[in-house]
């Protein structure tokens, strides 16, 4: 199997887990987190065998189906690529269950092929402001370890700097990605503004909406990167999201546990305002008929 069959996989199972959001829309079952934990691992699975085959040895295992594979260095094979797309699908499964620092190697050595001669584009540099804030990894081995909050905060915002100069360069006006509105919610993040993210949270969530109606698949009721992005804020930042919406199980959000949250910070963003300010109507907290 190569990095392509497990990123599949995952895919497999996290339509399952969307299956699941169904009936269960808070996610707070064992069933749920066992699902997640094998989604991420399949996905880190992809990003593990694009870091290390055929030079080192690694294994890969699957507890909900008991399957996996062990790989040897030296064998005969060609080097595998990994995309942005699927990258940061993995880092977000593995945001949700809690294993990017186990991963942290695989994820630093496989960051170059998605981000290679794309300097300025939203999703290079959001994989940039997310390594920072996650991981304290700033793509700089002589870099401070770890990291500052204000050396996050200048990393991210020379992401941010790249991407505007690289729209600039070719006439946009302002960067239009989605990946550009996470990057800026990454931001919010590591400058602990709560309103900022919350935000551009609901706009990710709106446009995930907007190109989602009418897909009728399962893995389309759980958009990975705003899920990530809500769970990081929960467990690092002590924020619950401000707007309530399927498109957030709340077992996601937390890890599974219930942590001591403070919804009433300085701060703090009403439902209410939010949806009215950024919804102009649309309501989210229900996802698109047409599940399939």
């Known amino acids: 199997m190569t990095n392509r069959e497990w990123w599949e996989l995952s895919e497999e199972f996290l339509r399952y887990l969307g299956a699941l959001s169904v009936e269960y829309p808070g996610l707070e079952t064992p069933e749920a987190k066992f699902v997640l934990d094998n989604a991420a691992e399949a996905a880190a699975g992809a990003v593990s065998y694009a870091a290390y085959y055929p030079y080192e040895s690694f294994s890969i295992f699957l507890n909900y189906v008991n399957f996996g594979m062990s790989y040897e260095a030296g064998v005969s ?30 994820l630093r050595l496989t960051r170059q092929s998605p981000q290679a001669d794309r300097t300025g584009c939203a999703t290079a540099e959001l994989i940039n402001g997310l390594m920072a804030y996650v991981l ?8 401070d370890y770890p990291p500052s909050t204000e050396q996050k905060l200048a990393a991210i915002d ?15 006006s302002r960067p239009v990605r989605g990946d550009f509105t996470a990057l800026l919610a990454v931001r919010a993040l590591a400058a602990g503004d709560r309103a900022r993210f919350e935000e551009t949270l609901t706009t990710l969530l709106l446009q995930h909406r907007e190109t ?5 698949q399962p893995g389309s009721l759980l958009p990975l990167l705003p899920l990530a992005l809500a769970a990081l804020a929960c467990r690092r930042e002590g924020w619950l999201p401000a707007v309530d919406t399927d498109y957030l199980p709340y077992a996601l959000v937390t890890g599974f546990v219930a942590p001591e949250l403070s919804g009433s910070e300085s701060g703090a963003v009403s439902r209410a305002d939010m949806i009215a300010d950024l919804a102009s109507g649309a309501v989210l907290r229900e996802r698109p008929e047409g599940r399939g």
């Not at 304290?136 to 870099?143: F, K, L, R, S, T």
């Not at 020379?158 to 946009?172: C, F, I, K, N, P």
């Not at 989602?212 to 009728?216: A, K, R, Y």
């Open 212 to 216: 989602s109606q009418g897909v009728g």
């Open 136 to 143: 304290g990894d700033m793509g700089n081995d002589d870099a």
């Open 158 to 172: 020379a992401a941010l700097a790249r991407v505007h100069a690289s729209a600039d360069e070719t006439g946009q």
């Open 77 to 106: 094979g060609e080097p595998a690529r990994i995309g942005a797309d699927e990258w940061l699908g993995a880092f977000c499964l593995m945001v949700l269950a809690g294993t990017t620092e186990r991963h942290r190697e695989a």
